[in-house]
């Protein structure tokens, strides 16, 4: 879903104008190599990257050939993910996976993201999923998000996007148009900052990064932002401190969701991605509690079936950790804004698992000093996981 094709035609004639590199014209033969590869009765990643990998003398000419590969075969899945759909949200994920992408031949943006991160990482790519906003050529922020990549290519981090790569959704018609869009391939951080804003500032690759207000604010007022944190010039490279950090996160790790919890809150307070993630590292410490709480519950089974007091002693802060980490996300969760539809259903869905934590927590600290007590008075109590 993004700008028109003939948008697009005047977007490549004003790069050329102001200096910005075509693409294309750099790497013309690994495009027509990457054009010729095809592979039938197989969805493997590591078979297509192969492939597409040869005769690439370096990281980048792999991730172009990616990314070439991708945007002319896949096409932007529009029923699917139409409204009229009846698809649950879980099965549409499933065909977001890198083998049904190449099966199918058809994504929304987290296929195209998986697809094009998979093949990097098969051969040796470090690639990152960036979720964040998009902004169309009239200025509207579309309210569902995006998703594009961040690569590691002979020693530098580059943005990659490869579903506005592919092409363009015509809204009239409701029909993807297959057009490639080079712009999109390892522009400059100040230049794509313009119309993809990252939740986590820290994938904005910028040395001073850009407000979410200032994102949102007209093109004219957005350009003079740019060239005040930047100084008016394109990227020299990040700072030690910025590659070290891009090159430790783990998006799916505890760590990660408090690091960019802080870093989205310190900088857009109040938004709905910060106080999500920050959510999501309280409601993780709170479901590795429950875990170790449940393997307690089953190594009891290699014992003798029946806990002591002290069992119960060292269970209970345990207990309390879980309850904890629940409480701690509701209170992040109970913050957000229902009218920024950024991260609206995640929220919702860890709002729900937060809830379930808490009243399985509780239940549990209000049986323990019970059933403690009955092993007290002799009794064999039986303990189950839940």
Known sequence: MRKSPAIQLISMLLLLMMGFPIKSQDYADIDERARGVSIRGTTSVSKLARELARNCQNDTEKARSFFIWIADNIAYDLRSFSPQSRLSVEQRLALQTPEQVIKRRQAVCEGYT????????????QSIAVSGQVK?????????????????VDGKWGIVDPTWGAGGVDENKWKFIKQLDDSVFLPNPETIIKDHYPNDPLFQCLPVPITLQEFKSDEASLELYINRKTGNTTSSGLSETHQNLLASAKVDSTQYYLEAGNRSLALNPGNNFGLWASGKYHIKNAIQAREAHYQSIRDLKYVNYYPSEAWFDKQMPILKAWEEGALNCLKFIEKSSSREGNYKVQIENLKKSAQSNLKASRKALNDFPKLKADVKRGVRVRLYEG
Do not use: P
């Open 114 to 125: 998986n697809l094009f991160n998979a093949l990097c990482e098969s051969v040796g790519i």
């Open 136 to 152: 169309y050529n009239d200025g509207h922020i579309a309210e569902n998000g995006h998703l594009w990549s961040l690569i590691l």
